[in-house]
């Protein structure tokens, strides 16, 4: 249970500085960013072990910036879509 709880609240954190990090308005929910930020995390972790930087010595920051650019990514590609879902 508190895995969960730190899943996503790290997906919150990495999905608002997402937002932060692309210009101009980003219209979707609180809970898509948490869930958005939560997959770029999950992908980045996965990018990481492939290419073989997920565990160092020390901090990660290879990895951490892998989850922040694949939140940046998701964030760019879905809210785009949801604001124009809303439209309709």
Request: aromatic content about 12%; charged content about 10%.
């Amino acid at each position: 249970m508190f895995q969960l709880l730190w899943i996503l609240l790290i997906g919150f954190v990495l999905g608002v500085i997402a937002k932060l990090i692309l210009r101009g308005p980003q219209a979707i929910p609180w809970w898509l960013t948490m869930l958005l930020g939560a997959a770029g995390a999950w992908l980045g972790n996965a990018v990481a072990g492939w290419v073989g930087v997920r565990h160092t010595s020390g901090i990660d920051w290879i990895r951490h910036l892998l989850q922040l650019g694949f939140a940046v990514a998701l964030i760019a590609v879905v809210a785009p879509a949801w604001s124009s879902r809303r439209s309709r």
